[in-house]
Structures are given as structure tokens and as C-alpha cells.
């Protein structure tokens, strides 16, 4: 590019055809105006040269229209140089990831926004460029910037370049839920219900949910791709939601339907599993277990839709109150299901007599041990596989990943110490640990699915008694 700055610049000693001959190809780039920035990146075709002394020349672009621009902001594609060839695309407002700062060559404020999301403002002389993250603005060469352009959104399209497979994967999603409305009014209007039927929508809304999740993460971790660091492989699954048009819209389709499909769970435990356990449907445990479990799809769908941003604005609040929802009333549901299930783990617990039992524990005890559905063979081993493997894991470890994504946002201390800031491996592993989190919790929700479905065919104990 400075090569063509030069050769333009004696123009009046050396005629245009000696730069620019009809039909060379050539690359726009360096334009700052609003509209000019849109076409930074295109290749044309060079037009007719003009003879009267014209300082621009006439591009032809691919779908045919004329531009007319100044030599100097057109570079032949041969001689792009590689920050030329990296940033030629960039725009101010354009999603950027800071990344191989760690080294001693960068300032301590460098070092400490390395791995930090930010968003371009513009493009400086010298050729770094001017990035506001973390609520300050610091110059950054451009081989230290991953950027989200226009042109990953043209890649990826609306929908990841899978519109009919979202579509048909919404549409049965729909299908499944209203069927789920239509058969629970049903039992809760008439008492009529299809243990059929309720089994095999009980095992399509918990396997769908987690075929949502996974979807979801697995499409926007691939289109993530421009914003990666390479030095880090598990980013924060709420990052994923940075980056392409595509990516924004799979993140919050996917959750929403997988925060829809969880809800429909937790509803239809309500009718098939509860009146089994103790305290039945009218009891407080089996109404906490409940409303937690609605308030922990509520969160998934907040975060869901509400993304995560670079700065910490009010639609990142909105998420991270969402991912915190979430986290809360799961591990409150999580306690809930363990007295609701397990009501002879509270004696182990708290190590009272026999003679000190309040009547309520013994009560649920003796119902526990009379339930038809706790006594199933399968359902035991559920019961077993959930609540000694999957809810002692430790979820806490969720709050970590979670604190850094608020700090990351709010200003950086100027005495913080550079090297405790993340390394990419750091960060990485932290995000590991938030993958195996959500698939652990997406694990409990489906291992719902199977009890439902041997639930349905399970006559409820006030049912049996009025035919008796």
C-alpha cells in the first residue's frame, strides 16, 4: 500500500496507465467515510481510465457497480502486504479478541487485557489499531487482534448455513410442546391421560433439551473461530455468543428452546412423578422442587437471550443475573430433590435418635419406601446415578468463570500486578470446568426422562385408592 502511496503521489511526472492499466484487477482499501468503509476489501475491475486529468479511477465490482476511487486507496492484490492483506476488512465497531500479550515486549496494561474482548474504534497511522475494552482504549498492533468482521457473518449466514435443520429442529420443538400442553390439560381437566404418550413426550422434551445445548455450543464454539485465541481451546460458553450474526442467533434460539423443553420437564414431573413421592403434589418439598426448577429454565432463557457483550452494558447484566438465576436455583433444587428422593439421607445427616425423629421425616421415610416408582428397579439406579454422582459434583466451581466474565468488564486496577492477570491456558481450563458444569446439570434434567416415562404408566396413589 505505501509502495502505491508513492508511485500516486508523482503522478504529474508519470502518467496513470504507468499504475493502473483497463482490466487489472485491484483491492479498495484504506477508506474512512461511513460508506467508503463498506467497501474496504472488495476487488473490482479496473474501468476505462479517464483523461482529463481525473484523480480517481473507476472500479467495477463483482455485482457489476461502478465506484469511482483514488489510486492511493487501491492496492494491487499481489502486493498486499499482511497488515494490508488482515485489517483491510476491519471496521470500527467490529468485535475483536486481544491476544499473545503475555510476552515482556508489551506493557503491563497490554499484559493484563490479553485474552479480553473489546470492540475497534478506529485505525491509527502507524497501522495499530484503537480498541475499547474493558472501559478503556488502548492501541493494539494488528497481529495481536482476532477480529469478527462483516465477512464472517457473510460465511456463516443467517442461520450457521443450516436454515432447514433449525427450522425442522424449532418446528418439532413446538410440536413436542404443544402436544405437551394438550395432554397435560387433559389429565389435569379430566383425569384422562395416555401413559403412552406421556412416556415418549416425557423422553423427547429431556433429550431434546440436551440435544439443544450441545447444538448450540458445539455451532457457536465453530463460529467462534475469527475471535479464538489460539493459545485456548474451552472459551466461556456465554464468549460463544460474540461473534457472528449466526452465532447470536443459535445461541439464544438454542437456549430458548432448550430453557422451553426444560420447563416442560419440570411440569411434567409435577403431574407423573410427584403424586409418587412424598408429600405428593400438595406438599412443600414437591412445591419447591417445582418452582426452583421453573426458576432454573428462566435463567437459562435470560442468559439465552440476553448475550454477553465486550463492555459491561445493560444487556450483559441481564445475562449474567440470568446465568446466576440459573446457578442458584439449581443448586437449590438440586438440595430440594435430595429430601424429596432421599428423605433417609436427612437421619444420616443429622445423626438424631430414633426416639428424636420429627413425625414429617418419618412420615416421608414411609412413603418413600411405599412409592411404586421409588422401588422400580430402573428408577433406583436413576435415583442412585443422580443424587451420589451427579449433584455431588462441584457445581460451586461455577461461580469462577462466572466472576471473572463481571471483572473482566469493570475497569482493570492501574497497580494490579500483570502477572496474575489470565494466561490462555488459565482461562481455557476455566472454561473447561463451565462445559463440564452445564453437562453435568443437563445430565440431571435428562435423567428426568426415563422416570417420567415409567411414571406414566404408574397409576397415581389417590387414583388407586378411589377404585379401591
Known sequence: RHHHRAVWSGRKE?????????????????????????????????????????????????????????????????????????DVTWRPGDQARLVNLCSSEHTETLQR???????????????EWLVSVQNSTCRVKVQNLRVC????????????????????????????LLLLEISLQRHVALRISDGHTFAVLALLATFGSLAWIVVTVLGCYQMHESLM????????????????????????????????????????????????????????????????????????ALQGVFLLE???????????????????????????????????????????????????LVEAIEAAQASQLLEHPIVHLLIKFRHRVLMRSPLASFLLPLG?????????????????????????MMGLVQWLIV???ALIFVSYGPELALAAGIPPKDDVEESL
Request: charged share 15%; proline share 6%.
Open 229 to 300: 485465541d489460539p493459545d485456548m481451546t474451552f472459551p466461556q460458553i456465554s464468549e460463544l455468543g460474540i461473534g457472528p450474526k449466526a452465532a447470536k442467533m443459535l445461541y439464544r434460539v438454542g437456549f430458548a428452546a432448550a430453557a422451553a423443553l426444560l420447563g416442560a420437564i419440570v411440569l411434567l414431573h409435577q403431574e407423573l412423578a410427584l403424586p409418587h413421592l412424598p408429600g405428593g403434589r400438595t406438599g412443600q418439598l414437591g412445591a419447591d422442587f417445582t418452582w426452583y426448577g421453573l426458576a432454573a429454565a428462566a435463567g437459562v
Open 404 to 428: 471473572v466474565q463481571f471483572f473482566e468488564r469493570v475497569s482493570v486496577p492501574k497497580n494490579a500486578s500483570a502477572a496474575g492477570m489470565q494466561t490462555p491456558r488459565m482461562r481455557s
Open 14 to 86: 508519470r502518467s496513470m496507465n504507468e499504475v493502473w492499466a483497463a482490466g487489472d484487477l485491484a483491492v479498495i482499501c484504506g477508506l474512512t467515510s461511513a460508506s467508503g468503509r463498506a467497501l474496504n476489501g472488495r476487488e473490482g475491475v479496473v474501468g476505462e481510465l479517464p483523461d482529463n486529468g481525473s484523480e480517481c479511477v473507476e472500479l467495477q465490482l463483482p455485482e457489476g457497480r461502478l465506484v469511482s476511487v483514488r489510486p492511493v486507496n487501491l492496492v494491487h492484490p499481489a502486493n498486499l502486504s499482511f497488515e494490508t492483506l488482515v
Open 113 to 127: 487485557l490479553n485474552c479480553a474482548l473489546g470492540n475497534l474504534q478506529r485505525r491509527e497511522d502507524d497501522g
Open 310 to 360: 465486550p463492555a459491561l452494558s445493560q444487556q450483559t447484566v441481564a445475562h449474567l443475573i440470568g446465568a446466576l438465576v440459573f446457578f442458584y436455583s439449581v443448586w437449590c433444587h438440586m438440595g430440594v430433590a435430595q429430601r424429596l428422593y432421599l428423605p433417609a439421607d436427612s437421619l444420616t445427616q443429622s445423626g438424631e435418635e430414633g426416639t428424636d425423629w420429627p413425625l414429617e
Open 149 to 176: 468482521t462483516r465477512a464472517d457473518d457473510e460465511k456463516w449466514g443467517l442461520c450457521g448455513g443450516h436454515p432447514a435443520k433449525l427450522a425442522v429442529g424449532l418446528f418439532c420443538t413446538l410440536c413436542v
Open 439 to 441: 453437562l453435568n446439570v
